[in-house]
């Protein structure tokens, strides 16, 4: 990640016209949209196997990367906005797809959350988290890349642009993959602490509940 | 070949420059930047970049010394920024993972 930050720092980018310098937002911001479609995918994962198994570590470990998710893509969207600012000239419009869409579906992941904290039985939270989170990770890929790609964006790929491939000079890419695998891996870790923690609070309040009794 | 991201802008560009109207920084460099370019747009792509620069244009703040400092060269305090948003972000969850993780070291 050292090399990754300190390439997309120091590296010449080619010249392009109102980007200039934000060219080097390819390194940080498309990232954290992927790292956040790995963690959703995570989590759909876990929520199936929670539904087929009953092993509530599936539900601990769905919650932990759902939550480290929309972490990454707050910071997708926050980073996006500031680009868009200084490039676009305002930090957000409702005419553009791809902004709103990727709002909706995060919104979507905070009610995963309300939902979750509106029940006490854990077994119950789980089941119904877990039905929740299917559906959610279900509308991910139609609200994050299908949907504005069929309609007018400023952003690549979408109706009247050329895609990302098409745009994007062969130098970059040899910083932008190693930094989509490094934030991957960065989130899978932050996830797995995550993940920890709630189990070591779970096991906590077991024990204390076991020395009250 | 990247200019093809932002051909919807040459109609409006024509358009603003024609009014005289008071754009930020930003705008006036992708208008200037645009209208050398000629291209066939679609209609959804031009009426997009309308409101986009529609919205720029009322958020825009004449004389910022905020923008001005973004837009100095070439625009890497923009890259500066966004990179500080993730670490900031990343930063703080991670301080408070560490916080509940200490209360529940004082408790045992």
Known sequence: MTLVLAAAFMMPVPDIPILHETSRNLFFHVPMWFAMTVLFAGG?????????????????????????GILFGVCGLLTGMLWARFTWGTWWTFAEPKMNLSAMALMIYVAYFILRSSYDDPEKRAKIAAVYNIFAATT????????????????????????????TAPELRLVF?????????????????????????????????GSHD | ?????????????????????????GTILLVETML????????GI??????????????????????????????IFVVLGVSLIIWLLLAVYLIR??????????KR
């Open chain 2, 46 to 75: 031009i009426q997009l970049t309308e409101t986009i620069l529609q919205a720029g244009i009322s958020t825009s703040e004449a004389g910022s010394s905020f923008s001005a400092f973004m837009y100095s060269h070439n625009l």
């Open chain 1, 140 to 167: 991910v890929p139609f609200l994050i890349y299908v949907i504005p790609r069929q309609l007018p964006s400023l952003h690549p790929g979408a109706d009247g642009n050329p895609a990302f491939s098409d745009i």
């Open chain 2, 36 to 43: 050398p370019v000629g291209a066939i747009l679609s209609p």
């Open chain 1, 44 to 68: 759909l994962v876990f929520s199936i196997r929670y539904l087929t198994g009953n092993d509530l570590r599936m539900d601990h470990w769905a919650e932990a990367v759902t939550r480290t």
């Open chain 2, 97 to 106: 993972l560490d916080k509940k993780l200490s209360r529940l070291e004082k």
């Open chain 2, 1 to 25: 070949m990247n200019i093809i991201l932002f051909t919807g802008t040459i109609l409006l560009a024509e358009t603003i420059l024609q009014t005289g109207a008071l754009l930020q920084t």
């Open chain 1, 177 to 209: 993959y190693p930094a989509v695998i490094g934030f991957i891996a960065l989130s899978v870790w932050i996830a797995q602490l995550t993940f920890r923690l709630t189990r070591l609070q779970i096991h906590m309040e077991r024990t204390e509940s």
